[in-house]
């Protein structure tokens, strides 16, 4: 499966962004999504993850209650909607899919990366 992540950009803190996700080559509904991040000179980070159905999600401690996954299976794209954004938030957003059911926290378990949108938070 391809993914192409978009929707980044510069905003002041307390904006919000949503970030889109589009994916093809594959049946998207047999895959569960990912959103991981990652800001300069820090590692790769778990943002938010749901599973090929949609119904179960999670959120990591940073971002719980600013930060909402969901997906579209009929246009095959997953959404962040971040509301409140922080200028720790700043990073490189990308989205990344795991074939069956479960999402993941950890970045191994999934198999295809997209290429990474750019969010920059001015304080």
């Known amino acids: 499966v391809q993914l192409q992540a978009s929707g980044g950009g510069l905003v002041q803190a307390g904006a919000s962004l949503r970030l889109s996700c589009a994916a093809s080559g594959r049946t998207f509904s047999h895959y569960a999504m990912g959103w991981f991040r990652q800001a300069p000179g820090k590692e790769r980070e778990f943002v938010a993850g749901i599973n090929w159905s949609g119904a179960n999600t999670s959120s990591a401690d940073s971002v719980r209650g600013r930060f909402t996954i969901s997906r579209d299976d009929a246009k095959n794209t997953v959404y962040l909607q971040m509301n409140s954004l922080k200028p720790e938030d700043t990073a490189v957003y990308y989205c990344?899919?795991?074939?069956?059911?479960?999402?993941?926290?950890?970045?191994?378990?999934?198999?295809?990366w997209g290429t990474g949108t750019l969010v920059t938070v001015s304080s």
């Open positions: 990344a899919a795991r074939f069956g059911d479960n999402w993941y926290q950890e970045s191994y378990q999934y198999g295809y």
